[in-house]
C-alpha cells in the first residue's frame, strides 16, 4: 500500500473519529471545547498556524497555466484530469483570468444545488454577529474571514483553481476542483464551530430568555442552524455522514424565539396623557409587532412624557396647541435606553379645546404611523 493512500486512510479515520465523539447535546462548555479542537484543524487545513499533524491537504499545488494550442480536454469535462470518486471539478470561462476563475469557483459551487444557497441576510446577520463578538469564531482575522465569507455558499472553502488555458481568442478557461475529502473535513469543522456558538447564545436562565436578548439569541441561533443545514449538505455529497453532528433545524429555534417574542412584555407609562390617547396609540403599536403590553414586573417600560400648551400668535384669532411627545424604550433591570423617539406638532382651532383634541388625534397618528416603523427596524436588527 502506498504512502499516499495510508496518509489518506487515516486521515479519513481521523474524520470519522471526530464526527463519532462529539456530541452536541452536551453542555456549552463542552461544545466550546469541541470548537476550539475544530479551529486548530481548520486554521491547519486553510492555511493558518495549528500543528500540520491535523493538517488535511494543506500543500496546494501550482495552476497549470497554458496559453494557445489545442484546446485541453478538460474545457468540456474537468473530470479528465480529476477523479470523480475524489473531487468535485467544474469550468468557467471568461474574457478575463480573474472571471474566469471566479465562474469556475461559482459552478463549483452550484454542484450543490439552489437549495444550499444561503439566504444574503441571513449571511449578513451572521457576519455582523461576528464582528460585535456575538458569534466567537477566531482571532486570526483570515481564518475569521474566511468563516464568514463560507456562510454566503457564494463559492466553496477548500476549492482551488487546477488549470487555466488561455485559447488566445480572447477567451480564458479555469478549471477549479473540490478535494471531497478536505470538504468533509473542513465543512464538520465548521458546524462543530457553529454548534458551540449554537450552545452558547441559548444557554441562559429564565429570566434572561424572555427578553429582546433572548428573542435575539435564539433568532441568531436559527440563522446558525440554517447555515449548518448548508454545511451538512456539503458534507453529504462529499461521502460524509452528517448524522453523528446532532444538528438541530433551523425551524427549532425559530419557533422557540417566537415564543419567546410572545412572552416579552411592554408596559407603557404616559404623563400628561388625555383619556388615555397617547398610551392606547403606543400600546396599539406595541401590540401590532406582537409585544404584550400588560403583565407584572415587565422587563421594559415605554416612558412617555406629553407637554401641551397653549400657544398665542399676532394678528390670529386661532387658538393654537403646541404638544411635545418625548418616549423612550427602557430597560428596567439596567435602566439602559433601547428606542428614543420624539416629536413636535401644532394644531389650531377656534377654541383651545378643539385644538388640543386635533392636537392628541396628530399625535396619536404620528405613534401609529412612525413609532411602529422604528420599533420594527429595531426587533429586526437587534443583536444579543
Not at 134 to 142: I, L
Not at 240 to 253: D, F, I
Not at 328 to 337: D, I, M, P, Q, R
Request: charged letters at 15%; proline letters at 3%; a negative charge.
Amino acid at each position: 500500500m502506498s504512502a499516499s493512500m495510508i496518509a489518506r486512510i487515516i486521515s479519513f479515520t481521523f474524520i470519522f473519529l471526530s464526527l463519532a465523539n462529539v456530541s452536541f447535546a452536551q453542555t456549552s462548555a463542552q461544545a466550546e471545547a469541541a470548537a476550539r479542537e475544530a479551529l486548530q484543524r481548520l486554521e491547519a487545513a486553510i492555511g493558518g498556524s495549528a500543528p500540520s499533524s491535523t493538517a488535511v491537504n494543506t500543500i496546494t499545488p501550482p495552476v497549470q497555466l497554458t496559453q494557445g494550442g489545442a484546446q485541453p480536454a478538460w474545457v468540456n469535462d474537468p473530470y479528465t484530469v480529476y477523479n470523480r470518486d475524489r473531487y468535485f471539478a467544474a469550468v468557467g470561462s471568461a474574457a478575463s483570468r480573474n472571471q474566469a476563475e471566479a465562474r469556475a469557483l461559482s459552478a463549483l459551487a452550484a454542484i450543490f444545488g439552489q437549495s444550499i444557497q444561503s439566504d444574503f441576510m441571513v449571511a449578513a446577520m451572521y457576519t455582523e454577529a461576528v464582528e460585535n463578538g456575538a458569534v466567537n469564531v477566531s482571532e486570526n482575522t483570515n481564518i475569521r474571514d474566511t468563516i464568514t465569507r463560507a456562510a454566503s455558499m457564494d463559492n466553496l472553502i477548500g476549492a482551488q483553481i487546477g488549470y487555466v488555458w488561455d485559447s488566445g481568442r480572447n477567451t480564458i478557461y479555469a478549471a477549479a476542483y473540490l478535494d471531497k475529502e478536505r470538504a468533509v473535513s473542513i465543512y464538520t469543522d465548521l458546524v462543530i464551530i457553529n454548534n458551540s456558538n449554537i450552545a452558547l447564545l441559548t444557554n441562559m436562565s429564565g429570566n434572561e430568555k424572555n427578553t429582546f436578548d433572548g428573542f435575539a439569541r435564539y433568532r441568531l441561533a436559527s440563522q446558525i442552524a440554517l447555515i449548518n443545514a448548508n454545511y451538512a449538505a456539503v458534507i453529504s455529497q462529499s461521502g460524509g455522514s452528517a448524522a453523528a453532528l446532532n444538528l438541530n433545524s433551523a425551524e427549532y429555534y425559530k419557533l422557540e424565539a417566537d415564543n419567546i417574542f410572545r412572552n416579552i412584555t411592554v408596559t407603557v407609562s404616559v404623563h400628561n396623557d388625555r383619556a388615555n390617547r397617547v398610551q392606547n396609540a403606543f400600546a396599539g403599536a406595541l401590540s401590532s409587532q406582537g409585544l404584550r403590553t400588560r403583565g407584572n414586573n415587565p422587563p421594559y417600560i415605554l416612558e412617555v412624557f406629553v407637554f401641551a400648551n397653549e400657544a398665542v400668535f399676532p394678528n390670529n384669532n386661532f387658538k393654537w396647541c403646541v404638544m411635545e411627545v418625548s418616549a423612550n424604550l427602557v430597560e428596567s433591570s439596567t435602566g439602559a435606553a433601547l428606542i428614543p423617539f420624539s416629536f413636535n406638532l401644532r394644531e389650531g382651532h377656534s377654541t383651545y379645546a378643539n385644538a388640543e383634541t386635533r392636537a392628541y388625534a396628530a399625535a396619536e397618528r404620528e405613534i401609529a404611523e412612525k413609532f411602529s416603523v422604528l420599533l420594527r427596524e429595531y426587533l429586526a436588527s437587534v443583536m444579543p
